[in-house]
C-alpha cells in the first residue's frame, strides 16, 4: 500500500529520516507551499522566495532520483493553505494508508500534524549531531546548564579539533581572543551572490505578488537555492571570510552588514548544508594552515555547540517555552523594528540590514536589537514573532531559545546565568555606530543621553529583587548605590519618559 512521506521547506536533505525509512518503488514524496506556513508570522519576502525555489529544486531532484513527488505550488486552485490539509488532499488521491515525517522544528507545526485524522509514523531527525536522548542524558540532574559544558562533550564526540583527548592549542575555547572592536576595513566581500535562474526568478514573481506587504526587500535576491550553490558559497567563505571571522566576529559596522560573517545559516537550517560537513571543512582549512585556530574554533563552536545546545534546550522545554515571560514584560514592539524612523543609530542600521538581507549577524541580534527589546521591557511572544518574521534562518527550534533565553532572559536563566544587558558603551566600543548617531554615548542624562544609558539603569532597578544577588551583577548594583541620589532620579526619570514616547508610538 503506498503511504506519503512528507518533506517540509526546511528538510531539503537527501537523507532525511523520512525519505530513508520509505520505499521509493511504492510511496509518494509530499511537498507544498502554503499560505499558512509563509503567514503564521510576516516571514521576510526574501525567506520566503529562498524556500519555495530550494523546494521546487529539491522536488526535481528527488524525482530524478526515483521517486515520486506531489508537489503543491502556492498559486494551485487546489492549495488547502496547510500542510495537514494537503496531506489530506494527496491520501484521499493517492488512497494513502499513513504519512511518514520527520519531527518539525516547530511546535505548533507538530502539534497539527498530530491532530490529523491520517496514521502517522514520526521519526526523530537526525541531522543533529546530538539526539534529544543524549541531552536530556547530559542535562539531567545538574543546576545549571551552560553550554560550554555541552560543546566539549560534541567536541569529544565528533574529534573536531582534539589533540587525542585533549583540546587542539591546549583551549576548548580562545573567545577571550575573538572579542576586536570593528577594524578600519574590512578585507572580505562578503557572501557569495547567485543570479536567480528560472525556477528562481518565477519564484521571485510568486513572492512578489503575494507577499509585498510583509516586512523587508525582496530584490536584489542572491541567495542560493540548492546545495550546489550552498557548498559554493561555503568554499567562498573559508578562503575568504574565516581567517578574520575569529577576531571581527563581535564587531560591527555601519556599512558592512557581513563583516567575516558565514552567512550559512540559512543552508544549515533548510537543510542544504550539514552541520558536521561545514565543521570538517572548516577544520580542514585550519589544519592547512589557511585560518587560525581561534577563527576555526570559534565558529565550529557555534555550530557544534550553541546550534546543538539550543535545539536540545527547546527539545526539552517543549511547547510553552516560547512563550514564557519570567521578568513580566508587557510592553508592544515599537514601530522602528519595523522600519519607522528612528534617531538610534545602531537601531536603525540592523534593522535595514535585516530589511535589506534578511540577515543580521548575531551581535546586531544579541546586543542592538535584543538588548534594546530587553532593557524596553517589551512582550517577549511580540519580539520572537519578529525575530522569527524577518531573519531567513530563523525557525522556531533555534529562534525561541536564542530570544527567550539568551536575548531577553523570559525563561529565567535556563540558558543564561545574567541577563545580556549592557549601556551605550558596549556600542560604542564594538562598532563605529555611535559617532554618527543623534544621541550621544557619552551623555548619562539630558536630551541627547543615549537611551541604553537610561534604560539600562531603569532595567537593573526594577528587576533588582531579582538580580542584586547574582554573583556576576553586584558590582552593577553597587556602582548604581554609589551615585548621587539626584543623578538617580534624573535617570529614572528620563528612562520613565522614554518609555512613554515608546509606547506612545512617537519617533524615538
Request: net charge negative; charged share 25%.
Amino acid at each position: 500500500m503506498t503511504r506519503l512521506v512528507l518533506v517540509l521547506g526546511d528538510q531539503l536533505s537527501d537523507g532525511m529520516a523520512a525519505l530513508k525509512a520509505a520505499d521509493p518503488d511504492r510511496d509518494v514524496v509530499v511537498m507544498a507551499e502554503v499560505a499558512e506556513e509563509a503567514g503564521h508570522v510576516p516571514h521576510h519576502p526574501k525567506k520566503i522566495a529562498f524556500l519555495f525555489a530550494a523546494m521546487r529544486k529539491f522536488a526535481v531532484r528527488l524525482r530524478d532520483a526515483g521517486w515520486a513527488v506531489d508537489y503543491t505550488r502556492l498559486d494551485d486552485p487546489a492549495n488547502t493553505g496547510t500542510i495537514a490539509g494537503e496531506l489530506l488532499r494527496r491520501a484521499a488521491d493517492r488512497k494513502a494508508t499513513g504519512v511518514i515525517a520527520t519531527e518539525p522544528g516547530d511546535w505548533r507545526l507538530r502539534a497539527a500534524l498530530d491532530d490529523m485524522p491520517l496514521k502517522l509514523h514520526m521519526l526523530r531527525d537526525d541531522r543533529f549531531i546530538a539526539t534529544a536522548t543524549e541531552f536530556e542524558a547530559w542535562a539531567k540532574d545538574r543546576k545549571q546548564l551552560r553550554m560550554e559544558y555541552f560543546y566539549r562533550e560534541m567536541r569529544r564526540k565528533t574529534g573536531l579539533l582534539m589533540d587525542g583527548d585533549q583540546p587542539a592549542g591546549g583551549q576548548w575555547n580562545y573567545d577571550h581572543d575573538n572579542r576586536k572592536p570593528a577594524p578600519d576595513a574590512v578585507t572580505f566581500d562578503g557572501p557569495l551572490r547567485f543570479e536567480p535562474d528560472a525556477v528562481t526568478a518565477e519564484v521571485l514573481d510568486l513572492v512578489e505578488a503575494r507577499f509585498s506587504n510583509h516586512f523587508g526587500q525582496l530584490r536584489p535576491f542572491w541567495f542560493g537555492t540548492d546545495r550546489a550553490q550552498a557548498l559554493e558559497h561555503l568554499d567562498h567563505w573559508i578562503a575568504g571570510g574565516l581567517p578574520g571571522f575569529g577576531d571581527y566576529q563581535d564587531a560591527m559596522l555601519a556599512d558592512q552588514p557581513f563583516m567575516y560573517h558565514a552567512l550559512i545559516g540559512l543552508y544549515l537550517n533548510a537543510g542544504l548544508l550539514g552541520p558536521l560537513e561545514v565543521c570538517q571543512r572548516v577544520e580542514e582549512a585550519w589544519k592547512a594552515g589557511q585560518a587560525p585556530l581561534n577563527a576555526a574554533e570559534g565558529f565550529i563552536r557555534q555550530i557544534i555547540g550553541w546550534r546543538e545546545y539550543v535545539r536540545g534546550i527547546w527539545y526539552r522545554e517543549g511547547p510553552d517555552y516560547t512563550r514564557r515571560n519570567a521578568l513580566g514584560h508587557r510592553n508592544d514592539l515599537p514601530d522602528l523594528f519595523w522600519g519607522a524612523p528612528t534617531d538610534m543609530r545602531c537601531m536603525e542600521r540592523a534593522v535595514t540590514q535585516t530589511a535589506e538581507n534578511a540577515y543580521a549577524h548575531h551581535i546586531q541580534r544579541l546586543m542592538v536589537t535584543g538588548n534594546f527589546a530587553l532593557l524596553a521591557g517589551i512582550d517577549p511572544a511580540q519580539v520572537q514573532d519578529w525575530y522569527l518574521a524577518v531573519y531567513a534562518d530563523a525557525y522556531e527550534w533555534v529562534e525561541a531559545p536564542n530570544v527567550v533565553g539568551m536575548s531577553l532572559f523570559a525563561d529565567g536563566g535556563i540558558i543564561a546565568s545574567k541577563p545580556y544587558v549592557s549601556s551605550g558603551n558596549y556600542i560604542d566600543r564594538m562598532s563605529d555606530y555611535c559617532g554618527s548617531c543623534a544621541y550621544r554615548v557619552k551623555d548619562k542624562t539630558g536630551p541627547r543621553a543615549c537611551p541604553f544609558n537610561l534604560l539600562y539603569w531603569h532595567f537593573l532597578i526594577r528587576h533588582r529583587e531579582r538580580f542584586a544577588s547574582n554573583p556576576r551583577m553586584g558590582q552593577m548594583y553597587a556602582t548604581w548605590d554609589r551615585m548621587a541620589e539626584d543623578r538617580r532620579a534624573t535617570v529614572l526619570a528620563e528612562a520613565d519618559a522614554f518609555l512613554v514616547r515608546m509606547q506612545a508610538g512617537k519617533r524615538i
